[in-house]
């Protein structure tokens, strides 16, 4: 069964600073990851699809990289601004079927 | 090209009773999925559909939660009797099939229960 943990569970920097979100899967038979953004009382908006034969996409100030072999994924935020405040979820798609395994997100508050 | 939606956007009922969401999906998505959210957690799915088939329901409690994709288009998540424990945002979301456009992964806006 697919696991997906997100560490740190909640981060508050100052703004300015770069910042990464760790994203972790215990079964790295995926068909691709997608990276989310959640703000309160709201839906989840898609930032980054990457696919399994991909290493990275980027968007603007995001970067998602991607290493099926660890498990891993990480979204790198350049240059935060008080607007990046929101929580940030991952999501993994399985190669076997088509649903998506969410982890619990990591809270971001970047501070003015 | 628009958006999932979902409605209603909040609900307010008691225990016991029955509650309805409705959801329609972006247009050709094949896929379309319910999810849980509790505050503070990860989406959990409920039910997948892929046109009007169930492909993944192992998570649904069935013996209170239904739902339907009449005509592969929209969808209709039923609640009866609810609990306290529902109380939570269900969240409507559709994708392609994944060898189509990657198949990226689109939510509504959610709607929210409240079970008092």
């Known amino acids: 069964k697919q696991e997906v943990t997100q560490i740190p569970a909640a981060l508050s920097v100052p703004e300015g600073e770069n910042l990464v979100l760790n994203c972790s899967f215990t079964?790295?038979?995926?068909?691709?990851l997608q990276w989310f953004r959640q703000d309160p009382g709201k839906g989840l908006t898609s930032l980054l699809l990457?696919?399994?034969?991909?290493r990275e996409q980027t968007s603007g100030r995001l970067n998602a990289s991607l290493d099926k072999s660890s498990g891993r994924s990480t979204l790198y935020i350049a240059a935060s601004q008080p607007g990046d405040s929101a929580t940030y979820l991952c999501?993994?798609?399985?190669?076997?079927?088509?649903?998506?395994?969410f982890g619990p997100g990591t809270r971001l508050s970047v501070l003015p | 090209e628009a958006g999932v939606a979902q409605s209603p956007r909040y609900k307010i009922i008691e225990k016991r009773q029955s509650v309805a969401f409705w959801c329609n999906p972006i247009?050709?998505?094949?896929?379309l999925y319910w999810y849980q959210q509790i505050l503070g957690q990860g989406p959990k799915l409920l039910i997948q559909?892929?046109?009007?088939?169930?492909?993944?329901d192992s998570q649904l409690p069935k013996d209170r939660f239904s739902a339907e994709r009449l005509k592969g288009v929209d969808s209709t998540l039923k609640i009866q009797p609810a609990k306290l424990e529902d109380s939570a945002v269900y969240l409507c979301?559709?994708?392609?099939?994944?060898?189509?456009?990657?198949?990226?992964?689109?939510f509504g806006e959610g709607s929210r229960l409240t079970v008092l």
């Open positions: 979301a559709s994708s392609a099939l994944p060898g189509q456009k990657g198949g990226e992964l689109f």
């Open positions: 079964d790295s038979a995926i068909y691709n």
């Open positions: 990457i696919q399994s034969s991909q």
């Open positions: 999501a993994v798609r399985h190669n076997y079927g088509q649903n998506f395994v």
């Open positions: 247009s050709g998505h094949a896929t």
């Open positions: 559909f892929q046109n009007n088939g169930v492909v993944d």
